[in-house]
């Protein structure tokens, strides 16, 4: 399909619902993807990106960023706190904040460094056991708690379950970032990315449909 494609479809998407132009950001998903794939899509002007693992992010993008300066990375993999320290130094974004664990071990870390990414809470809309995430019901509360430690939240973030229609748990998550005041809402991959931004997705995260399939041999 690749970026050009995917890019128009974000713009025919946001006009047809009514958005603003330029409204939706597209995070490239280059998790697991050749170098090659990567920087070809650097090379057509793609500058925000989103990475699963904080060890491949390490072997990749602190050069690539050192030469395009205007990269962003983004975290959209769940982060384990022990790579926390590593992780602040590599990403603009974390998609993945999902327990007070974490956020309260961010809170601590982003004092000492003086500086935060930006943040987004990831909601189990399906309340599926095997999945990470804050409930739903739980969410207000989080987002309360997360404020009082001064963590800078963006929004939040979901993956539906796979079996779902989508479109209802986009929307759950729109009304409970609207209730607490975020604007931000990272919802929405190859699949659904324009379901997504009819319910008022920010972000939307696509792999495959511009890098082509992954290879995890």
């Known amino acids: 399909m690749g970026l050009t ?83 602040l130094e590599l990403f603009d974004a974390i ?23 930006q943040l987004f809470i990831q909601v189990n809309t399906g309340s599926e056991p095997q999945k990470a995430g804050i409930l739903p019901e739980d969410a207000d509360a989080f987002i309360a708690t997360c404020r009082g430690l001064d963590l800078r939240l963006e ?5 539906p379950p796979d079996d779902h229609d989508p479109a209802p748990h986009f929307a759950h998550l729109a009304e409970i970032a609207a209730r607490n005041g975020l604007s931000g809402l990272s919802m929405g991959m190859s699949s659904d990315f324009e379901t997504a931004i009819a319910h008022g997705a920010t972000h939307v995260r696509v792999g495959s449909a511009i890098f082509g399939a992954r290879d995890y041999t």
């Open 95 to 117: 998609h993945t904040l999902d327990r007070m664990s974490l956020a309260e071990k961010l809170a601590r870390q982003i004092q000492a460094r003086g500086a935060s990414p």
């Open 155 to 159: 929004g939040l973030m979901c993956i």
């Open 5 to 87: 494609e995917i890019k128009g479809r974000i713009t025919a998407a946001e006009r047809a619902y009514g958005r603003e132009a330029g409204s939706v950001t597209l995070i490239a998903v280059s998790k697991v993807q050749p170098l090659e794939r990567v920087k070809a899509v650097l090379d057509q002007g793609q500058r925000v990106f989103g990475e699963n693992y904080v060890q491949e992010a390490a072997g990749k993008w602190p050069q690539w960023c050192a030469a395009y300066p205007d990269a962003e990375v983004h975290m959209i993999g769940p982060l384990q706190t022990n790579k926390l320290k590593q992780a």
